[in-house]
């Protein structure tokens, strides 16, 4: 089945610095990859997702890369703020799946320093 | 929408109870997923169930845990007899899916439960 492995486990960066999360799939068949941040205390919430037809996707600060090729996809997210710290995590769908199940990453934990 | 909702907020029973947490998927829905999060392990998926049938149900730790879902807008996921390894944040998730394969997950704001 799909396994997700996400790296760093913890990053921390100062405010203004650029942050980088990287995860890596086992399934050739995903096709759908989402990124979540969870603020303390709170549910995770959906801050971009790309598909598998797609290189690259940006949303203002933050941009998500996939090379599908090496199985891996990237969060980016430029000019750090306080209200990033957060935990990210990465998922991928179970092969093409239409049940909707994702895989997710194990976190990384972001601690931007004002 | 008022989202996925999910009762109660938070639970604190002891060793031995019976712990019953309730969710509400968005309407439209067609998909409803079950998670739990801790410290140690992460985010896990327990079970999923899509058309209100289960169709996974292999991250359920042990027998003593178990889930419904009686219709299209009400969910159960029940523990009987709690322990406090239990002791976690339980999460419902829903989603509409289809056939396109890219399925937003929506989380309910989770129940906090604390066995002692």
């Known amino acids: 089945g799909e396994n997700v492995e996400q790296h760093p486990s913890t990053l921390s960066v100062q405010e203004g610095d650029s942050a980088v999360i990287k995860c890596t799939y086992s399934?050739?068949?995903?096709?759908?990859f989402p990124w979540y941040k969870q603020e303390l205390g709170k549910r995770p919430q959906l801050i971009i997702d790309i598909r598998s037809n797609v290189g690259e996707k940006k949303d203002q600060r933050i941009a998500v890369t996939l090379n599908k090729t090496a199985k891996h996809f990237s969060l980016h997210i430029t000019e750090t703020q306080p209200e990033d710290s957060a935990v990210y995590f990465c998922?991928?769908?179970?092969?093409?799946?239409?049940?909707?199940?994702?895989?997710f990453g194990q976190g990384t934990t972001l601690q931007v320093k004002p | 929408d008022a989202g996925v909702i999910q009762s109660p907020r938070h639970e604190v029973t002891e060793m031995g109870q019976e712990v019953t947490l309730r969710c509400k998927p968005i309407s439209g829905h067609n998909s409803l997923f079950w998670y739990r999060q801790t410290m140690m392990r992460g985010l896990e998926l327990l079970i999923y169930?899509?058309?209100?049938?289960?169709?996974?149900d292999s991250g359920m730790p042990e027998d003593r845990f178990s889930a419904k879902m009686p219709n299209a807008s009400f969910s159960t996921l029940k523990i009987q007899p709690s322990e406090p390894r239990d002791s976690a944040v339980y999460f419902c998730?829903?989603?509409?899916?289809?056939?396109?394969?890219?399925?937003?997950?929506?989380f309910g704001p989770g129940t906090r439960l604390t066995v002692t």
């Open positions: 399934d050739s068949a995903s096709n759908y």
């Open positions: 169930f899509n058309n209100n049938v289960p169709i996974d």
């Open positions: 998922a991928a769908s179970q092969g093409n799946s239409n049940t909707g199940k994702l895989i």
């Open positions: 998730a829903s989603s509409q899916t289809g056939t396109s394969g890219y399925y937003e997950q929506y």
